[in-house]
């Protein structure tokens, strides 16, 4: 078992920025990918951004040229530093990892709130 826990939300206006963390433990050894996912009110869970343990990245459309993830290792931690935020931007933000030849993300914290508005 892998378990995931995310902080650095809160309240930002538009336009400014906010950093995720996402610190794991448990069975960490078999984890490839980890990632960051959000489910905005009345919506579908969606893919932000994900990272291999080789460092290959994937972004949403919605958040490339915004968004960065970055992975430590050795640190076993996973960060989202979100640049030029929107209203739209607004969800609670989950951290997700899966271990290597499985096709789905499977392991989640337990979401944290980020608000964008003035």
């Known amino acids: 078992q892998v378990q995931l826990v995310e902080s650095g939300g809160g309240l930002v206006q538009p336009g400014g920025s906010l950093r995720l963390s996402c610190g794991a433990s448990g069975s960490i050894s078999s984890i490839n990918a980890m990632g960051w996912y959000r489910q905005a009110p009345g919506k579908q869970r969606e893919l932000v951004a994900t990272i291999t343990n080789t460092g290959r990245t994937n972004y949403a459309d919605s958040v490339k040229g915004r968004f960065t993830i970055s992975r430590d290792n050795a640190k076993n931690t996973v960060s989202l530093q979100m640049n030029s935020l929107k209203p739209e931007d607004t969800a609670v933000y989950y951290c997700?990892?899966?271990?290597?030849?499985?096709?789905?993300?499977?392991?989640w914290g337990q979401g944290i709130q980020v608000t964008v508005s003035s």
């Open positions: 997700a990892a899966k271990r290597i030849l499985v096709p789905s993300y499977e392991y």
